[in-house]
């Protein structure tokens, strides 16, 4: 398995990133906009965990707990995302019940 | 599978993380108490939580002569930036407590799920401002944010706060997006996500580390310089701040604040040798906020949101304060952040609760013709609107003017000298907004009928009194307090050599 | 770089080929005729009813929220349980010294999870019937007069 570079999952990685990034600035409907935000946080999972199998750091001598500490922080990152996901589909809710209707440019009502 | 020696059970300090404990753990006591109140009525709640307050500020007071501390496996680490910088969160946090509860009435919020979530948020702001590992900081981040989300959005039949919740939650979500990619690159780079391991990695002459630490180093800057609402990344702030109920904006502006601020202080403070890198482009976002942020205000006519771009303008101050520190540690001690965080706090707090006036009826309004007529109906706040105005402008006898002064001689020490003039042209700048709050008090007499209450209930104007109080006499305790904060005469942990310790490797 | 992952990206190269050859070609070589019943969407005959766009009931993402909840909580859980069946510590007593202590950890964890749960039911957030569940005064969309010490 270790014929994969870690540049290749770095690679993917940013690539999910940066589709996430232009989906948020792109999209409109604030589910997807939130949805692209996923991507971008399962895109950094991704480089975390490359980041942990691979210890590429030359600076630390002991790999186990680079090891530990990426796979630590992916757990750490889902549970935000999920509770992430949670608000937002909270706050999408209640604005649907305002408005009946989500649209992020309809919605803009402040100016100045 | 390999053996694993470490994983033996941590001795934990259960003292260094009693603060943060005990905010938290008072925070699901509110809200099992929120579950079986009597109808209406949050008083236990509102104590509950008052307690916790006062509870971690008494294990923060109490461990202010005690040496350094990390426990939990090095995620929560106590030193005296963190624990002044934890002290203010949680007064911050109980002084918007207590002018909160009779806003939501008037505002007709039936969501006593406010205490137990300003409570997380601020457990959450703790946690950002007490930890050396990168990864508290983004959790911590988010604990503040996901709770300060809710909050925003909890006035459910109003339009804008559900429009500034949706705002404030896609674009925080974000903006963390950004500085989670920012941590996993430093996290591969140093190999830890201890934030001293950054300097270690910033000396190294392999490019392979240098470059793709800078990389993950900007992100995690633009992250926080987005939660600390500066310029480029200021635009969601007087949207959210104009759109989320008083209280809530009220504790964004001081407590998020806080904890933003400090923690940059504190990564950029572990990142001294990258300081080439960083200070020329934070020298112009400092600029470009401090002008954007006191031109944009000039054009408002909402409070609410005229506070939103003077929360961009101080923030910009903060900056100052933090680069003519990072640019010559040894001169510049970091009293003089902590010293404006103070004052800013005290006046936007007091600011705020006078404010909460506009609730009536459910609905709130926050114009400037709101405030009309203001010296008839509560004199006394009056005047207290007028000196916390003056003390943002910057007039001498009060704790706005001191704070500025104390950037100002830093960036003069630091050889800033374009930050120090940009400083003082601004501030000059902004008599013109902050003169109108004051105008629309005194001089401008009302038309037609009042749409806001005439009496501020009890906690409120407590709240308010007190803040100008501090506002008014900081000057006078400069001294003491400038001492409480920097710790010096006291046994161990003065401030200046615990936030620039350099990590030995 | 001919490792074992080539077969794959030759595969998934000829995969991407063949089926852009075949819809290109089709739609460039055959001939095109629209009538009314091929431009409907069903082409089998079936006449279209309603809107595509129909809502779906609002319910369903209260449930999708509490779902990602409990789907997140057996992340902890699991990853605790790898290491707590068999903690590889070194010696029996170092085994049980850190099941008891991690043991504890997660059931504080579950404590907290618990409350969270109770207050779900409490606020009656898992309740199918729309009309209970959406109550508008519940949800405080409607201005809820309060009992008292809301005089203007």
């Known amino acids: ?112 | 599978m390999r053996l694993n020696p470490l994983h033996t059970p941590p001795s934990i300090d259960w003292m260094v993380v009693s603060p943060v404990l005990a905010v938290s753990v008072g925070g699901v006591l509110a809200l099992l108490l929120a579950m079986f109140r009597p109808k209406a009525d949050n008083t236990a709640v509102i104590w509950t939580s008052l307690l916790a307050l006062f509870g971690a500020g008494y294990a923060l007071v109490a461990q202010l002569p005690l040496p350094e501390a990390s426990t939990f496996g090095d995620m929560v680490y106590r030193d005296r930036l963190g624990l002044i910088a934890q002290l203010l969160i949680v007064i911050s946090t109980a002084v918007v407590i207590l002018f909160s509860e009779q806003y939501l009435r008037a505002r007709r919020i039936p969501f006593s799920e406010f205490y137990p979530l300003a409570l997380w948020s601020s457990a959450g702001a703790m946690m950002m401002v007490s930890t050396k590992s990168l990864l508290m900081v983004f959790i911590g981040l988010e604990v503040l944010s996901i709770a300060l989300y809710v909050m925003a959005g909890m006035a459910k039949q109003s339009n804008r706060s559900e429009e500034s919740a949706i705002k404030y939650f896609l674009l925080g979500s974000f903006a963390s997006a950004w500085l989670l990619l920012g941590i996993a690159y430093i996290f591969g780079t140093t190999g830890t996500l201890n934030i001293e391991a950054i300097a270690g990695a910033a000396v190294s002459d392999n490019a392979l580390v240098r470059g793709p630490l800078l990389f993950g180093f900007s992100l995690l800057l633009i992250g926080l310089l987005f939660k600390a609402a500066l310029a480029p990344f200021h635009q969601w702030t007087p949207d959210v701040y104009q759109g989320a109920p008083i209280n809530v904006t009220a504790f964004m502006a001081t407590v998020s604040k806080a904890a933003a601020v400090v923690t940059l202080l504190r990564v950029l403070n572990h990142a001294l040798p990258l300081k080439d890198f960083f200070i020329p482009a934070l020298t112009v976002v400092a600029m470009l906020t401090m002008i954007v942020g006191n031109i944009a205000a000039l054009a408002q006519t909402d409070v609410k949101r005229l506070m939103g771009y003077s929360s961009i303008a101080n923030a910009g101050y903060l900056l100052v304060a933090i680069l003519a520190h990072v640019k010559s540690p040894d001169q510049v001690p970091v009293t003089t952040t902590l010293f404006f965080l103070v004052a800013y706090a005290a006046t936007t707090l007091g600011l705020f609760a006078i404010l909460t006036l506009a609730a009536k009826d459910g609905k709130e309004e926050t114009s400037f013709a709101d405030l009309n007529g203001l010296y008839h109906r509560e004199p006394i706040l009056a005047v207290c609107l007028a000196i916390l105005s003056f003390s943002l402008i910057g007039v001498p006898p009060l704790a706005g003017f001191l704070g500025k002064f104390l950037i100002f001689q830093d960036a003069i020490v630091a050889e800033q000298l374009p930050l120090a003039v940009v400083l003082a042209i601004t501030s000059v700048i902004s008599i013109g907004y902050y003169l109108k709050v004051v105008r629309a008090t005194w001089v401008d007499e009302p038309q037609g009928e009042i749409s806001t209450r005439s009496v501020l209930p009890g906690g409120a104007k407590f709240a308010a009194l007190a803040c100008t109080g501090i506002v008014v006499l900081l000057m006078i305790l400069q001294t003491p307090v400038s001492k409480f904060i920097s710790g010096s005469g006291q046994p161990s942990a003065p401030l200046s050599a615990s936030a620039n310790a350099q990590p030995d490797r | 770089m001919a490792n074992d992952f080539t077969p794959i990206l030759i595969l998934v190269g000829l995969a991407a080929i063949i089926c852009g050859a075949m819809v290109t070609l089709s739609w460039v070589l055959g001939p095109k005729k629209v009538t009314p019943y091929k431009s409907s969407p069903y082409e089998c005959g079936v006449t279209p009813s309603g809107s595509a766009r129909e809502r779906f009931p609002i319910k369903f993402y209260l449930v999708a929220m509490l779902f990602i909840l409990f789907d997140i909580e057996v992340v902890f859980l699991w990853s605790w349980l790898t290491v707590f069946v068999d903690p590889k510590m070194g010696s029996a007593a170092a085994d049980l010294n850190f099941q008891v202590f991690s043991f504890v950890a997660i059931m504080v964890y579950m404590l907290l999870w618990i409350i969270g749960d109770w207050y779900v039911l409490k606020i009656d957030a898992i309740n199918w019937d729309e009309e209970a569940a959406l109550d508008a005064a519940k949800l405080g969309t409607v201005l809820e007069p309060l009992a008292e010490g809301d005089a203007a």
Request: aromatic share 8%; glycine share 8%; net charge neutral.
């Open chain 1, 1 to 112: 398995m270790n014929d994969v570079p870690l540049l290749v999952y770095l690679g993917i990685g940013l690539f999910m990133f940066v589709t996430g990034a232009v989906g948020v600035v792109v999209r409109r409907n604030p589910v997807v906009v939130f949805m692209c935000i996923e991507l971008m946080l399962n895109a950094v999972n991704l480089t975390f965990l490359a980041f942990a199998r691979y210890a590429p750091s030359p600076l630390v001598a002991d790999k186990q707990p680079t090891w530990m500490a990426g796979q630590m922080a992916v757990i750490f990152v889902m549970a935000v995302a999920a509770a992430e996901v949670a608000v937002g589909l909270g706050i999408i809710m209640a604005i649907f019940r305002l408005k009946n209707k989500v649209d992020l440019d309809e919605l803009s009502s402040m100016r100045g």
